[in-house]
Nanobody
Framework: QVQLVESGGGLVQAGGSLRLSCAAS????????VGWFRQAQGKDRESVAT????????YYSDSVKGRFTISRDNGKNTVFLQMDSLKPEDTAVYYC?????????????????WGQGTQVTVSS
């Protein structure tokens, strides 16, 4: 099993940047594809970005493509989400999750391990 802990959330003005981290313990994170998801108040959880075990393949939602970058450092057992040009509609709780299934994933149900989430708030 793998345990995940997110960090790096906070309050930022529109147009600003944040970098989220997802640190893993237990089993090596390199054994898993990792995704970032977000859930805004009153809305369903949505996929933001996903990265393969080696980092060679990445997938983004249309809403963040060109603004967010997912990366990983398997030596540090950590996955990152660099968020630039943030918009108020990016406000949500952001979660990282790990999957042992092939990518690209078909939905959140394919991820068996989840962190507790970190709040991102973008002010206008």
């Amino acid at each position: 099993q793998v345990q995940l802990v997110e960090s790096g959330g906070g309050l930022v003005q529109a147009g600003g940047s944040l970098r989220l981290s997802c640190a893993a313990s237990g089993r090596a994170l390199s054994s898993y594809g990792v995704g970032w998801f977000r859930q805004a108040q009153g809305k369903d959880r949505e996929s933001v970005a996903t990265i393969s075990r080696s980092g060679s393949n990445t997938y983004y939602s249309d809403s963040v493509k060109g603004r967010f970058t997912i990366s990983r450092d398997n030596g540090k057992n950590t996955v990152f989400l660099q968020m630039d040009s943030l918009k108020p509609e990016d406000t949500a709780v952001y979660y990282c999750a790990a999957t042992g299934r092939p990518l690209p994933p078909r939905g959140p149900d394919e991820f068996g391990y989840w962190g507790q989430g970190t709040q991102v708030t973008v002010s206008s």
